[in-house]
């Protein structure tokens, strides 16, 4: 933090007047400001074998004598712009990865196993809050999952207001949607140097699409409608 600012972070307590010498993430905007710093220090490798979601930075490398030349770089940028990282925090040369719930292998992108755990053993949502953590917690997942608008229609019809009521239908749409969880499909790394064939459809409550390059999967899409966007539909 700028010697300036580091007044506007005082805090007292029991035990004193305290003021942050670095900047927290707890104050508004800090995160933002925090992606954007770091956005811009590795801007040159972003994509190419550097990805950064805050804190957290993945780079990946096609060989072993790559990744040196990469973790050269990669160490060098914080020591030049005086930021600083964790050792016991860090691993370096792994065949396999654990990044932001993904699992990371040279086969493709997988869900966290202790992620989809959690799903299995979620229990019958009591209120909309919970329905909504639990549809929070699938929806990040939501590329794993083909028809997932199709399969979770009626859970979400449960967040109108005044609508939430469990029955049969959504008992079953509640028991598929953990079951299509816990048997998605491994999805591939995208190789931009192939061709892609991008399958789509649609209908008139939503439209969906799959991306795929010799028979990998590197995604998968979807998107309901809202009400403007069914208007705007028939105009």
């Known amino acids: 933090m700028g010697e300036e600012d580091v007044y506007k972070t005082a805090f007292r307590t ?3 007047h305290y003021e942050f010498k670095v900047m927290p993430f707890c104050l508004t905007n800090a995160p933002t400001t925090f992606q954007s710093l770091m956005n811009n220090v590795f801007r040159d490798y972003l994509r190419k074998f550097v ?3 805050f804190d957290d930075i993945l780079f990946y490398s096609a060989s072993l004598n790559e990744h040196k ?3 050269e770089r ?3 940028i914080p020591r030049e712009e005086q930021l600083f990282a964790r050792l016991s925090k860090c691993s370096f040369g792994q065949s396999k990865v654990e990044y932001l719930g993904h699992i990371i292998t040279w086969e493709g992108v997988a869900k966290d196993p ?3 755990e959690a799903m299995i053993n979620w229990p019958i949502s009591k209120s909309i809050k919970a329905l909504r953590e639990f549809l929070g917690l699938t929806g990040y997942y939501i590329r794993f999952i083909q028809s997932y608008g199709i399969i979770n229609r009626s859970l979400t019809s449960l967040l109108k207001k005044n609508a939430f009521q469990w029955s049969a239908e959504t008992n079953t749409a509640f028991l598929a949607l953990k079951q299509a969880m816990s048997t998605a499909p491994i ?3 995208s190789d931009f140097t192939k061709t892609f064939i991008v399958e789509t459809d649609a209908c008139s409550t939503r439209i969906g699409g799959c991306a795929n390059a010799r028979r990998q999967t590197p995604c998968i899409l979807h998107q309901g409608f809202g009400t ?3 208007g705007l539909i028939y105009l």
């Open 228 to 230: 403007l966007t069914h």
């Open 51 to 53: 990805l950064i979601f």
């Open 114 to 116: 202790s992620k989809i």
């Open 74 to 76: 990669v160490l060098e």
């Open 69 to 71: 030349q990469h973790l």
């Open 187 to 189: 999805l591939a790394l």
């Open 14 to 16: 029991h035990l004193g």
